[in-house]
């Protein structure tokens, strides 16, 4: 019986967090920050001071993390709603996964290079662009560490999550369809999750880039490092 009251307190404490983190965003120079993101920061500051085991947590925090198997489905509203542009624009989003891709793995792996970083760092650097589990298979079969892969693959979502409209603002891009293309091939989930935020267009098109560049991704990471190496 404590057990459960301890799950009901943890999922409830989470929750209200988040909603909390929501408000927040009104504060003018926090409006960049995803909820998510400020969420996890509250939570992990609140269990350092309050010492909570992480497993403690985590037996009502995974009840959370189950339910975001269905919550994917509501990823499917914007591509329903935008599915005429998106048919319209096909081959646009095709060629600039396909181009984002070989960026990704090229840029890493030309800065590896020039850093005369350790082999195993590089290649596991090099699947940071895509969805985290994702990420860790194709770091696997390229003989990278699925930790380190980890670590960079969330710093790359949270990084194009927080400044990536901010960027592309800068430099004067404004085509929705182009800043889902965008968002969506570097910052994976994270990222497409602050489209939903602005546009259902940019949402829409986020969502089908993150998923055709972990395709991508998976085939062209290792050729590219095969013809390198």
Request: aromatic share 6%; proline share 4%; net charge positive.
């Amino acid at each position: 019986m404590e057990n459960i009251f301890i799950k009901i307190l943890i999922i409830a404490i989470t929750i209200a967090v988040y909603k909390m983190s929501s408000k927040i965003r009104n504060i003018k120079h926090l409006s960049v920050i995803p909820p998510v993101i400020l969420c996890a920061v509250i939570i992990y500051i609140l269990n350092a001071l309050f010492k909570v085991d992480y497993n403690v947590y985590n037996s009502g925090g995974k009840i959370l993390t189950f339910l975001l198997g269905p919550a994917i489905i509501a990823f499917s509203l914007p591509l329903i709603k935008n599915l005429k542009v998106l048919q319209k624009n096909y081959s646009i989003i095709l060629i600039g996964v396909c181009i984002s891709t070989v960026f990704a793995v090229l840029s890493v792996v030309c800065v590896a290079l020039l850093l005369k970083a350790n082999p195993d760092i590089m290649l596991s650097i090099v699947p940071k662009a895509v969805t985290t589990p994702v990420a860790i298979e194709i770091s696997k079969v390229l003989g990278g560490k699925p930790e380190i892969t980890i670590l960079l693959t969330i710093f790359s979502g949270m990084f194009g999550a927080i400044f990536g409209h901010w960027i592309l603002k800068g430099i004067n891009v404004k085509n929705n369809l182009a800043i889902g293309v965008a968002i969506g091939s570097v910052s994976h989930v994270l990222g497409t999750a602050k489209c939903y935020d602005e546009n259902s267009l940019q949402a829409a098109v986020s969502t089908i880039t993150l998923v055709l560049s972990c395709v991508t991704t998976a085939l062209i990471a290792p050729l590219i490092i095969k013809l390198i190496f």
